[in-house]
Structures are given as C-alpha cells and as structure tokens.
C-alpha cells in the first residue's frame, strides 16, 4: 500500500499541489494528474487504485497509466514523500 508520509506538508496553491518535505526542507510541485495522486495518496491506496481512480477520471489506457503511475509512485518515494508498505 501507498500513502503520503506523515513528514510532509502539502497545500493547494492555483492548480498546483506544493509539498514540503520537512526532512530535508525541498518543496515540491504537482500538476494535474500528479495533484490527483498526491489527493489519493491522502489514504492508503494500492498501485492498482490509483490506476482504477484516474482511468475513471481521465481518458487514459490502464497499462499505460500503471505504467506511469509507477514512475511517479517511485519518484514519490525516493524523494522520502510518501511510505511504500510490502503489500504496495
């Protein structure tokens, strides 16, 4: 499962999600769809959920929206943004 970490403070500037990692003090910004996943993440959620909320909300292919899902998912968590729990 995927959530956001505890360690981070997020908020809504225009379109945009900015996330402040307290860790190491580095904004971030997400745009659009990435903006909808930092949304979803509010809640543990599986990679497959992510997948199944944004093919509903957008016009997108599954495979290529797990797929890119994926990316930003491990982005996300390289950047210590969100917790990646074994069952993910």
């Known amino acids: 499962m995927l959530e956001a970490d505890g360690e981070v403070l997020a908020t809504h500037f225009a379109e945009e999600v900015v996330v402040l ?5 580095v904004y971030y910004g997400l745009e659009d769809v990435g903006a ?4 979803l993440l ?6 497959v959920g992510l997948r ?17 899902v994926r990316v930003l998912v491990g982005e996300l968590a390289a950047k210590g943004l969100i917790k990646v729990r074994e069952d993910a």
């Open 21 to 25: 990692n307290l860790r190491d003090g």
């Open 52 to 68: 199944d909320a944004l093919v509903a909300d957008y016009d997108v292919e599954p495979t290529r929206c797990e797929r890119d």
């Open 42 to 47: 509010q809640q543990p959620i599986s990679i």
């Open 36 to 39: 909808r996943i930092w949304h």
